[in-house]
T-cell receptor
Framework: GAVVSQHPSWVICKSGTSVKIECRSL??????MFWYRQFPKQSLMLMAT?????????EQGVEKDKFLINHASLTLSTLTVTSAHPEDSSFYIC????????????FGQGTRLTVV | RKEVEQDPGPFNVPEGATVAFNCTYS??????FFWYRQDCRKEPKLLMS???SGNEDGRFTAQLNRASQYISLLIRDSKLSDSATYLC????????????FGKGTKLSVKP
């Protein structure tokens, strides 16, 4: 199946710093990429959806100035957590789909962010 | 009705048992549905897609009931390796087709 690579797989950062997470589709062109966040023992929560070359659409309650999303090419999307705080510590997962709305999405391996 | 709703479980079953999960959704216009499997601290992986009335793959059967707006996942002859959280996924609708995940149903298969 299609491969989506997410990097880094884990990161520890100091409170107040910014962290960038990359999501790459390795063998297909991802017209749409999704970013999710998952807290322990909770479900995946959609944060934002991005289409290549356009601004991301954020879910209600997600601060667009804090979670910067860039989808500059059909194979790369980045999520930058700015001025991270301990409450931002979570599992961040990207997914990508290359076709129509009826196609499944493929997931990156996830990034475990710990803010200390 | 919530966009996607699942029974969180946990379902504790012995090896060899048959177990079924249900999922209800609110968007009557949704055309495709997915079941994903997520192991602890891992990313979700696609288990099955459902586009029409149902789909079968080995021990796994997914069924769709559009009138009642629910999909189900049936696992026959449960294996220890089936222990995981099963996520029901429904496109929200619209041109972007955001995938919305249910909270997941946890399955634990015991020897």
């Amino acid at each position: 199946g299609a491969v989506v690579s997410q990097h880094p797989s884990w990161v520890i950062c100091k409170s107040g710093t910014s962290v960038k997470i990359e999501c790459r589709s390795l063998d297909f062109q991802a017209t749409t990429m999704f970013w999710y966040r998952q807290f322990p023992k909770q479900s995946l929560m959609l944060m934002a959806t991005s289409n290549e070359g356009s601004k991301a659409t954020y879910e209600q309650g997600v601060e667009k100035d804090k979670f910067l999303i860039n989808h500059a090419s059909l194979t790369l999307s980045t999520l930058t957590v700015t001025s991270a705080h301990p409450e931002d510590s979570s599992f961040y997962i990207c997914s990508a789909r290359g076709g129509t709305t009826n196609t499944e999405a493929f997931f990156g391996q996830g990034t475990r962010l710990t803010v200390v | 009705r919530k966009e996607v709703e699942q029974d969180p479980g946990p379902f504790n079953v012995p090896e060899g048992a048959t177990v079924a999960f249900n999922c209800t959704y609110s968007n009557s216009a949704s055309q495709s549905f997915f079941w994903y499997r997520q192991d602890c601290r891992k990313e979700p992986k696609l288990l099955m897609s459902v586009y029409s009335s149902g789909n079968e793959d080995g021990r796994f059967t997914a069924q769709l009931n559009r009138a009642s707006q629910y999909i189900s996942l049936l696992i026959r002859d449960s294996k220890l390796s089936d222990s995981a959280t099963y996520l029901c996924v429904v496109p929200r609708g619209g041109s972007q087709g955001n995938l919305i995940f249910g909270k997941g149903t946890k399955l634990s298969v015991k020897p």
